[in-house]
């Protein structure tokens, strides 16, 4: 079946440590994003990707990083210097964003990773 | 800057209808979407309206745009204990992919 796989379900970081949420869809999608979420709020925006080897930032970039190296996989880390991480995270893709009516395309989710400091 | 908003909580009995109510700014937004998020999980598409239409509707759910008042709803009929869940509203902001999203809607729906 096709569908974005987000590993793993439970993260748990210790103080000073980078930790890399997984994030890899088989629907032959261009985009794909990263979402934080914190309770009783709606998403917000981390990054994003169009294509392969180009990503932007979203409204809260400060302390996370991505690489795009695969159309499939959209790897997100949360650094060091992030320092309130505690959230659910997810990641999502669509089809052909760009310009004009394709760049509407609805975006499917995976089943999130929620990061814990120990 | 562009914002949508969404009331925290609605709560419905079982068998009856459920209006969820979503504003949003941008009044260039093409696509209006609705997303389910369960406990613990990702979100579910459920539906999308494109701008020009005033109403979607597929099986029991209703979707009415007016696009004047800026104001989108949701409306799920027949309502089961399983529509239980976080329901949100989100705008595709005119920058191409990105969406905005509302706070999210919880409803409870008691038996």
């Known amino acids: 079946d096709g569908g974005i796989t987000q590993s793993p379900k439970y993260l748990f970081r210790k103080e000073g440590q980078n930790v890399t949420l997984s994030c890899e869809q088989n629907?032959?999608?261009?985009?794909m994003y990263w979402y934080r979420q914190d309770p009783g709020q709606g998403l917000r925006l981390i990054y994003y990707?169009?294509?392969?080897?180009d990503f932007q930032k979203g409204d809260i970039a400060e302390g996370y990083s991505v690489s795009r190296e695969k159309k499939e996989s959209f790897p997100l880390t949360v650094t060091s210097a992030q320092k309130n991480p505690t959230a659910f995270y997810l990641c999502?893709?669509?089809?052909?964003w760009g310009t004009g009516r394709s760049s509407n395309q609805p975006q499917h989710f995976g089943d999130g990773t929620r990061l814990s400091i120990l | 800057g562009e914002d949508v908003e969404q009331s925290l909580f609605l709560s419905v009995r079982e068998g009856d209808s459920s209006v969820i109510n979503c504003t949003y700014t941008?009044?260039?937004?093409?696509?209006l979407y609705w997303y389910k998020q369960e406990p613990g999980a990702g979100l579910q598409l459920l539906t999308y309206?494109?701008?020009?239409?005033d109403m979607k509707q597929d099986q029991r759910l209703t979707v009415l745009l007016n696009k004047k008042d800026k104001h989108l709803s949701l409306r799920i009929a027949d309502t089961q204990t399983g529509d239980s869940a976080i329901y949100f509203c989100?705008?595709?902001?005119?920058?191409?992919?990105?969406?905005?999203f509302g706070q999210g809607t919880e409803l409870s729906v008691k038996p």
């Open positions: 990707s169009q294509i392969v080897n």
């Open positions: 309206i494109f701008s020009n239409m």
């Open positions: 941008d009044s260039s937004s093409t696509y």
């Open positions: 629907l032959n999608h261009d985009a």
């Open positions: 999502a893709s669509s089809i052909y």
């Open positions: 989100a705008e595709n902001y005119n920058q191409g992919g990105k969406l905005i």
